[in-house]
């Protein structure tokens, strides 16, 4: 580490030797250079280091700021960027950590920036936090990935105390109690933790406590354990209530900790925090509420604001109704106002001090959680940081733009600015000329400052409010040039270094500027933008600046650098060109002479740009690929390699080169150590090689001999390494920044040798006395220029003509009273570059060289167009054949041609676009009709009714795919196994006698006829009706493990399909009945139309038709009724269509031309004879004579009308007979249609009804299935929860082994240390007792006297180092620094006991010497006694805390224990506790109440049982029923007679049924066939033949199948061998468990678990022996009860003989 100090004080010179004295041996190279001071500002730590002294880290720096002198010194971080930072304001000591692999970190005091010790951890990239004890040698600290380690050091005694690791966790601040050095607050983005440091004597425990905070709205009832949610909560009907990491299915860790996404709210994100006097921790978050945490029980409460006075309530609520109108009058919601963020806190005794982005300084006084609020001061920036000094009088308020100020809470004044740096990163700086007072740097923002040399003080800053890209400063004057993003060049006068100001301005181009180059001399300056655009402008202020024109070149651009050759008055500038062709750079040299300004027109064309003849430019093709490249005057060219770390050196050639540039091969190649791309840089007098790369490490070579000369580590590859290197002229200093780590550093040489000194200060001189006129000159006419004022005009560059009027045109800028610009951005984007005026003057002068050519060209086209529009006009008169075209009159063809091209072009883009809609189109439809269409068995469809509104679907089936059928086969065929074994094992044999026999089948008989009723309920549906198959389904009381419920689904969903495809058949009758119906009511309609055309009405035919929802595969297809828009043909579908219409054409004409068809239709109507449909149409033609008067006709004609008459009435009666005859068929056929569509209605409805009570069944059916489902979701949950449990017991139990561990182990250190303490007593008495033994000699009188001052003790009470031993547990604990601090503070109150004046009189000064050692020995027993009962207690203490945790921890596993033996209770009544559906008819089941009734203590009985016992009861009764009949014989012939009668009227009523079935016989097809077929027996025989033969196909397909059985078994045997085999390697992994399970018991027992699981066990033991009491209770009961229904039955006998 190195220091540096901007002034080294008398009394400490050797500052930074003594830094350097803590750091490594640096090579010659390393010591050439010295940092002669630093300046930067980084806002991200910053701290007091004493009352006076305030520091942070800035790049490779740590810098120090001493508040009332404004002095700085740096401390040097070797090994890179600083990372972490922290301060100790009590001790006067800093840490900090490098970035390094493996970082490390280091401890240094101050002022003297010595190294005390270097702390060395496990952590493999960074730290990110430091924190600083205020109570002891103690330091937190906290690492990034991938470790997130936070570890506890003894810095004094470079000892790791303890840490602790939190996988993922990202802090933002850490922070010690400043009372109790045993706490420690941790705060992330959303949490906080109160980390509590427990020692146990030399141990140290890191002890995590969260702290649960309110959530987004405050509120602190959002904390839940969905872990443990319940305690044995359970539904009655769905069961046990398991919690959500148990429905997630979640096992391990995260089942702790998983949150339902409904149920998570965010928690408030801290922000800031500090501690506070009483303990606690005040945090302020980003919803704009502050917390009080109380440490102790770690529970967050929102401070909120007092109540207001009624009157400043009023004020307050008006202030809110105006705040609300405004928002209203301005257009947008009334916003609720809104809370202040606090982003950083301070605590002092008065209050607390917070601040946020609104850059206002508040003070909030706190008292029970409501404070009072003031406003101190505003900033109007955002505040990052407050910080107070050690003694509380200073609050230091820093910002995010890098401003700093102090606040007095004491004088409650205005916050005065005690720094102002940089707002942004330092971007650019250089040495003002003449290069050995001043240097200029520029910010990213805009913002100029001026330093001085010497010690790095800035003396002004001008903020120019625009992104800056670059800066230079002129060596012919006092300017300075800056290059903006917008692609401005604004030059600054610095004559006054208190009072920069902007004097001119140029806007160049649209192309941002990249960088800046002066030559030596001052004459030009070289600009390089984008696009390769290279500027050259004079760089005198004189010449106002002027622009002399630029270059393009053909690449991009790498770097430029400039080269004085003063003995030819000539510059050379050499710039680096990337090849996009090949993996090279080509170097480009042209020169720049003094006659370019001189004869600026001779030199440039009209549009600025350089003629070649003037820059005799040459082209050099290099070897390897090269990122920078500078050239000394020999021809030598130095480039700094991108593909490998070394530098290449080339001598070019003297020749020019244009054409077909050779490749240069590097004449040298000098390795180099580093990283990353880089640049190198020359110095003034090019006898320096600066290299400089993204590593950070500066290297300056000697470019005769390219020996290193001297290299510093002065930035970091973290901080992005070096972004510009810049010698001065007299190569006394070098200036070096950063890219990303805001500091500038100011090297300068501390060891060179004497040549190189003078030759450096030899050209300095040299060149000031070529520059010193130039210098004058220039910077009078800089004092002389008004500062930058924007004006109207286009640009800032004048032409020539108005250069003349205006030679020093003034400029224009705001400067306030201290030298600061405030701003000089334009918002006129009209504003015209210096290009874009260059181009619009070519223009301009183009147009006003061709005016009159212009001019003739447009009267020309003028007339042309007038003749043209007269021929159109023509054109339109004649007629059209004559006409012409159009585009005939277009003159332009080409551009017909090319209007035409991009109209085809317009519609071939818009076609392609729209066949890709449509591709994409087509490709969404063939999904969906995959998806929904083709992969359907059977289609969705409906039937309609014809005259009711009703309408049936059928159920669309999707085909099955293999899997599932091999699943429902498998299952099948398991539930074959599963009734074969039963019916095996249920087979009892037994001998009985044949009427037993008969009478068992008899009541078997009678129990399947009541079967057959009862089994559609026991089943719980009503599939079995419907053509499904229930006998294979598992019976509801038997589904009791999971493989039994799944196969029960599989079951019931192929149930359902079948039902559904019972269904669609008889769907598909229908259908295809009413496609039918629809046929024969068509060819009905074509006779009605007929008929209504031949009666001439004009009725509408109803005409049936299927719809879509009948017929779906009609919506798949579109027809071109459909289709509005006009269809596109191609110009073959075009010929096609059109040869077609004619041909068309062609016959239709041809058949007009028929002559036979002519005649037919003129002779005779176009028939051969009259049919009898055309009665109607017959009209007899009147007699000509009828036109004359009646009285005119003779007796001929009247006989022809008589015969006309006749005809005509005649005529009038057939087709009166033939219209009746028309309409009653008309009828027919219409009754005929009505009754057939109502009769398809009713089959229609038919199968609607069936539809519904088969949906009711598919209902029932799928209701098992949603039953089944949910028991099996439910055993997951179980199963989940259960090992979830188990997972969490294990690691509680590993806990509970991890304690009990460490109580063997505190308890065996604490007998141990009682020993010694023991000891010390006893040494201490011994003391005591020998203190007469060794002054025996002394006399008797100065023996007493001696003896009390031996038990006098010094004045200090050692209370307060010293706590009581029993308030030990509620203090924090004392420390061996403590000890020590204590110990030598006793010690220097003995020397004051010890002095000789206190000698008694008359004794022997040796024997006082003695008396003093005795007593000095006495007081350190008594001071170590009293600090070993101090460990004792708090080693007794530290044992308590982990037996109470012992405690914790057994309470925590018994209930777990507790909750897994519920959780198998529940298991097991959940596998015997079945869900039963069963069906019940209308009625069958009445209730008196309105109230269910509870049957928790109903149970089910199997009805067998019920019948059994009913058998018995009528057996019985039988009995009883037979002994009356006995006893009462005289009765039995009524009897008799009575049952004869009846029987002879039911035999009667027999044979009426039967005779009436004779009548009614059916008469089937066999009967049939025996009465009509002759030789019947023929026809039987044959049947019996056909039926052989079907019987041999049958028993070759019956051997077949055995031979596959055959293979299946011989599969099986296979595959049963093989699971032998797996069974004996499941024995051996068995025996190893065993072996395992023994080792687990013996931990358990170990471990102190087994009382709780023999209180586990002892449970459903005592439970087991509770029901088998029971039982045989029970069953004394049965037996008793038995006896005593006997005794009341020979009772009942003996009374009532007679029954």
Not at 322 to 341: I, M
Not at 1190 to 1195: A, L, P, T, V
Not at 1437 to 1442: C, I, K, P, S, Y
């Amino acid at each position: 580490m190195v220091a540096v100090g901007e002034e080294r004080e008398p009394g400490s010179p050797q500052l930074g030797a003594r830094a350097l004295a803590g750091r490594r041996c640096s090579s010659p190279e390393e010591s050439a250079l010295e940092v002669s001071w630093v300046q930067g500002f980084s806002n991200k730590n910053f701290g007091f280091i004493n009352n006076q002294t305030v520091c942070y880290p800035c790049g490779n720096y740590i810098l120090f700021l001493d508040i009332k002198t404004k002095k700085r010194t740096a401390l040097q971080c070797q090994t890179g960027q600083v990372g972490a930072f922290a301060v100790n304001m009590n001790s006067g000591v800093l840490a900090f950590s490098d970035r390094k692999l493996n970082p490390v970190i280091y401890i240094y005091n101050f002022p003297e920036l010595n190294k005390l010790t270097e702390l060395k951890g496990h952590v493999q990239l960074d730290y990110t936090l430091l924190a600083f004890s205020l109570l002891g040698p103690y330091l937190a600290s906290y690492s990034s990935l991938p470790d997130f380690v936070l570890s506890v050091w003894n810095w004094e005694e470079n000892i790791l105390l303890c840490s602790e690791s939190q996988p993922g966790v990202a802090a933002t601040s850490i922070s010690f109690n400043p009372t109790n050095w045993q706490q420690l607050c941790f705060v992330t983005e959303s949490s906080v933790t109160i980390w509590c440091i427990e020692r146990n004597h030399d141990e140290h425990y890191l002890i995590q406590n969260p702290v649960k905070l309110p959530d987004g709205q405050g509120s602190l009832n959002h904390h839940k354990d969905l872990f443990f949610p319940y305690s044995c909560d359970e539904d009655r009907y769905h069961g046990p209530i398991m919690p959500v990491s148990a429905i997630a299915g979640l096992v391990g860790d995260e089942a702790e900790t998983f949150v339902p996404k409904d149920d998570s709210k965010p928690s408030l994100h801290p922000t800031a925090h500090c501690w506070t006097a009483t303990s606690d921790i005040y945090l302020g978050c980003e919803e704009g509420y502050i917390l009080a945490i109380d440490t102790k029980k770690c529970s967050a409460s929102i401070i909120q604001q007092e109540a207001l006075p009624e009157h400043m309530r009023k004020v307050s609520d008006m202030l809110d109704y105006v705040h609300r109108e405004v928002q209203k009058k301005k257009g947008g919601k009334p916003k609720a106002v809104q809370r202040t963020v606090v982003f950083t806190m301070a605590f002092c005794n008065e209050g607390l001090y917070t601040a946020g982005i609104e850059g206002i300084l508040y003070f909030y006084h706190i008292r029970d959680l409501q404070y009072e609020m003031k406003i101190c001061t505003d900033i109007s920036e955002p505040i990052s940081t407050l910080i107070f000094s050690p003694d509380y009088t200073i609050l230091l308020i820093v910002t995010d733009q890098g401003t700093i100020y102090t606040y007095e809470p004491a004088h409650s004044g205005e916050a005065v600015k005690l720094l102002d740096v940089f707002s942004s990163y330092l971007l650019a700086a250089d040495f003002l000329t003449p290069g050995d007072k001043y240097c200029v740097s520029v910010t990213i923002s805009g913002e100029v400052c001026v330093w001085l040399l010497e010690n790095g003080t800035c003396l002004s800053t001008l903020n120019l409010d625009t992104e800056a890209t670059d800066m230079a400063c002129c060596p012919s004057s006092n300017s300075v040039a800056v290059g903006t993003k917008e692609g401005q060049i604004c030059f600054i006068d610095i004559t006054r270094v208190e009072a920069p100001r902007v004097v001119h301005r140029i806007f160049l181009s649209k192309f941002p500027v990249l960088s800046l180059h002066y030559d030596q001399s001052g004459q030009f300056l070289i600009i390089r933008a984008m696009e390769g655009y290279i500027f050259i402008l004079d760089a005198r202020p004189s010449k106002l600046f002027q622009v002399l024109g630029y270059v393009v070149l053909a690449g991009e651009v790498l770097s430029l650098s400039v080269v004085s050759d003063f003995e030819n008055n000539l510059v050379e500038v050499v710039v680096l060109l990337s090849v996009a062709d090949i993996q090279q750079t080509r170097l480009e040299i042209f020169c720049l002479s003094p006659a370019l300004v001189k004869g600026i027109d001779k030199y440039v064309n009209g549009q600025g740009i350089l003629n070649a003849s003037a820059i005799k430019k040459e082209q050099y093709n290099l070897e390897y690929p090269l990122s920078s490249a500078v050239r000394l005057k020999d021809n030598v060219v130095y480039g700094y390699c991108t593909c490998a770390p070394f530098i290449c050196k080339y001598h070019l050639s003297e020749q020019s080169i244009l054409e077909d540039p050779p490749v240069f091969l590097s004449e040298k190649k000098i390795p180099s150590n580093q990283f990353g791309s880089g640049f190198v840089c020359l110095s003034p007098n090019s006898r320096w090689l600066a290299s400089a790369a993204k590593d950070g490490v500066l290297i300056i070579y000697d470019t005769s001999t390219m020996e290193i000369l001297a290299q510093n580590h002065c930035h970091s590859y973290e901080g992005g390494g070096i972004r510009s290197v810049v010698f001065s002229l007299d190569g006394k200093f070098i200036l070096v920044n950063g890219e990303n780590d805001g500091a500038l550093v100011c090297l300068k040489w501390k060891k060179m040798k004497k040549i190189e000194v003078e030759e450096a200060a030899f050209h300095w001189q040299s060149l000031l006395t070529i520059l010193n006129k130039s210098i004058a000159d220039e910077n009078a006419v800089l004092r002389c220029m008004a500062e930058w004022q924007f004006m109207s005009e286009s640009t800032s560059e004048s032409l020539p003509e108005e250069k003349a009027k205006s030679p020093l045109e003034p400029s224009s800028a705001a400067v306030t009273e201290d030298g600061n610009f405030t701003s000089m951005h334009s918002d006129n984007t009209t504003e015209m570059t210096w290009l874009g005026q260059k181009t619009e003057k070519v223009i301009r002068e183009e147009t006003e060289r061709f005016i009159n050519q212009k001019k003739e060209l447009q009267m020309g086209i003028k007339k042309l167009h007038e003749t043209v529009q007269k021929m159109m006009h023509e054109n339109e008169q004649l007629p059209d054949i004559e006409k012409l075209g159009q585009q005939e009159f277009n003159l332009d063809i080409e551009e017909q041609e090319r209007a035409q091209a991009e109209a085809e072009q317009e519609v071939a883009r818009t076609r392609e676009k729209i066949e890709m809609e449509i591709l994409a189109n087509c490709y969404l439809q063939d999904v969906i009709k995959h998806e929904c269409w083709d992969s359907m068995s059977v289609k969705g469809r409906a039937v309609k009714c014809f005259h009711i509104a009703c309408e049936v679907k059928n159920y669309p089936l999707k085909k099955r795919d293999e899997e599932e059928l091999r699943t429902l086969e498998k299952v099948l065929h398991l539930r074959k196994i599963e009734a074969a074994n039963l019916k095996v094992q249920s087979k009892v044999v037994e001998t009985k006698t044949e009427t037993v026999l008969f009478k068992e089948e008899e009541e078997k008989m009678e129990e399947v006829m009541a079967d057959d009723n009862a089994s559609c309920c026991l089943v719980g549906s009503l599939s079995s009706q419907y053509g499904a198959d229930t006998s294979i389904l598992y019976n509801q009381l038997d589904l009791h493990s999971r493989e039994q419920k799944v196969n029960q689904i599989v079951l019931l969903k192929d149930i359902i399909y079948k039902v559904k495809t019972v269904f669609n058949k008889e769907f598909d009758i229908v259908a295809q009945q009413k496609e039918q119906e629809i046929a024969q009511v068509k060819e009905r309609n074509l006779r009605i139309q007929e008929i209504l055309a031949q009666l001439d009405l004009q009725v509408e035919v109803w005409e049936p038709s299927l719809t879509v929802d009948e017929n779906p595969e009609q919506v798949l297809t579109v027809q071109d009724s459909e289709i509005k828009a006009e269809k596109y043909l191609t110009p073959q579908e075009r010929e096609k269509a059109e040869m077609l219409i004619r041909l068309e054409m062609e016959r239709h004409l041809a058949a007009q031309d028929n002559e036979r068809l002519r005649a037919l239709n003129d002779m005779m109507g176009g028939v051969l004879e009259v049919k009898k449909e055309d009665v109607l149409k017959i009209d007899i033609p009147p007699p000509s004579f009828m036109s004359k008067p009646e009285d005119e006709w003779n007796f001929q004609e009247k006989k022809i009308f008589r015969e006309y008459e006749e005809k005509v009435k005649e005529l009038n009666e057939e087709k009166e007979k033939y219209k009746r005859a028309l309409e009653n068929e008309l009828k027919e056929l219409e009754a005929s249609i009505q009754e057939r569509t109502q009769n398809f209605d009713k089959i229609v409805c038919k199968l609607f009804e069936k539809k519904v009570n088969l949906e009711k069944v598919v209902y029932q059916e799928e209701l098992k299935i949603v039953n089944l489902i949910y028991s099996l979701l439910l055993d997951e949950e179980l199963d989940s929860r259960e090992a979830g449990l188990h997972h969490f017991l294990v690691k509680k139990q590993k806990e509970e082994v991890k304690i009990a561990r460490r109580v063997e182990t505190t308890k065996r250190k604490i007998e141990s240390y009682t020993e010694r303490y023991d000891n010390a007593i006893a040494q201490d008495k011994n003391l005591e007792s020998h203190f007469r033994k060794e002054f025996a000699d002394v006399p008797a009188n100065f023996l007493d006297e001696l003896l009390k001052l031996y038990k006098c003790r010094p004045r200090t009470v050692m209370t307060e180092i010293y706590p009581d031993t029993a308030n030990c547990a509620k203090s924090c604990s004392v420390s061996a620094e403590d000890y020590r601090d204590a110990f030598t503070h006793v010690m220097k109150a003995m020397d004051e006991l010890d002095n000789p004046e206190h000698t008694p009189n008359g004794l022997d000064p040796s024997i006082w010497k003695r008396f003093c050692l005795a007593r000095r020995n006495k007081m350190e027993s008594e001071q170590l006694v009293k600090w070993m009962a101090l460990i004792l207690a708090e080693m007794e203490v530290f044992l308590q805390r982990r037996l109470d945790d012992t405690e914790k921890m057994s309470s925590k596993i018994e209930k777990i224990f507790q909750e897994l033996t519920w959780l198998q209770e529940e298991k097991i009544k959940h596998q015997s506790n079945l869900i039963f559906q069963f069906l019940l008819k209308q009625g069958q089941v009445e209730m008196g109440c309105t109230e269910i009734p509870d049957y928790a203590d109903a149970i089910f009985i199997k009805k067998s049982v019920i019948e059994e016992l009913n058998c018995n009861i009528k057996d019985q009764q039988g009995k009883k029923i037979a002994s009356m009949v006995e006893r009462k014989e005289f009765s039995k012939g009524i009897f008799q007679l009575e049952w004869e009668h009846k029987k002879m009227k039911m035999q009667i009523e027999d044979l009426k049924q039967k005779a009436q079935d004779i009548v009614t016989l059916p008469i089937t097809k066999d009967r049939q066939l025996f009465l009509t077929m002759l030789n019947y027996d023929s026809h039987v025989a044959h049947r019996i033949a056909v039926m052989e033969q079907t019987l041999g196909v049958m028993d070759k397909l019956h051997k077949k199948n055995m031979k596959k059985q055959q293979r299946r078994i011989k599969e099986l045997e296979k595959c049963i061998s093989l699971k032998e085999q797996a069974n004996y390697e499941l024995s051996l992994e068995l025996k190893e468990m065993l072996v395992s399970v023994s080792e687990r018991r013996h931990i358990a027992q170990a471990a102190d678990t087994q009382n709780v699981s023999e209180r586990t066990a002892k449970r459903p033991y005592q439970e087991i022996v509770k029901q088998k009491r029971l039982r045989s209770f029970i069953e004394e009961q049965e037996k008793h009860l038995e006896i005593l229904q006997a005794e009341a039955e020979r009772l009942r006998s003996k009374t009532f003989p007679t029954l």
